[in-house]
């Protein structure tokens, strides 16, 4: 399977960046703006290149693994529908867990496999993240947005 971010990757919350600057970050604003979040084509197609695999070869379902709590989960299918995201399953932050993002999505790659899911290559912006997955020995694409901060 291949395990794909959200933020970064496949939606751009560039615009959102600033409700987390400065002393007071506003985390419900910043995940309330995310309906607003433009696609990022590019990424899209990445990931649906990724999930095809090579000519011949077996195409891989796809996991998208994201630090965004859970209580935006439709929120987060409604955004993926209305932009032609193709996914298989969505793995969420729960609702209060305040871990790292690496923490979240290394607990979350745990779980996956003990359910007897094989991620095979996963696809993040946050270089904690692809550290993270490099050290649990996943090949990882690191895709460049400049902003990580869940
Ligand atoms: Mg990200």
Not at 66 to 95: F, I, K
Request: aromatic share 6%; charged share 25%.
């Amino acid at each position: 399977m291949l395990v794909v971010d959200v933020d970064g990757v496949l939606s751009d919350a560039s615009g959102r960046q600033h409700l987390l600057a400065g002393a007071e970050r506003r985390w419900e604003a910043f995940f309330e703006a995310s309906v607003e979040d433009p696609p990022i084509p590019e990424g899209i197609a990445l990931a649906g290149a990724l999930a095809a695999g090579t000519e011949g070869g077996p195409s891989r379902p796809t996991v998208l693994l994201t630090a965004r709590p859970a209580r935006l989960a439709d929120t987060t299918v409604a955004w993926l529908d209305r932009h032609g995201v193709p996914w298989d399953l969505l793995v969420m932050r729960v609702d209060g867990d305040h871990r790292s993002s690496p923490d979240v999505k290394r607990a979350a790659l745990a779980d996956l496999r003990a359910t007897c899911h094989i991620p095979e290559l996963a696809l993040d912006d946050d270089p904690r993240n692809a550290e993270m997955y490099r050290s649990e020995g996943v090949p990882v694409v690191y895709f460049h947005s400049g902003y990580y901060d869940l």
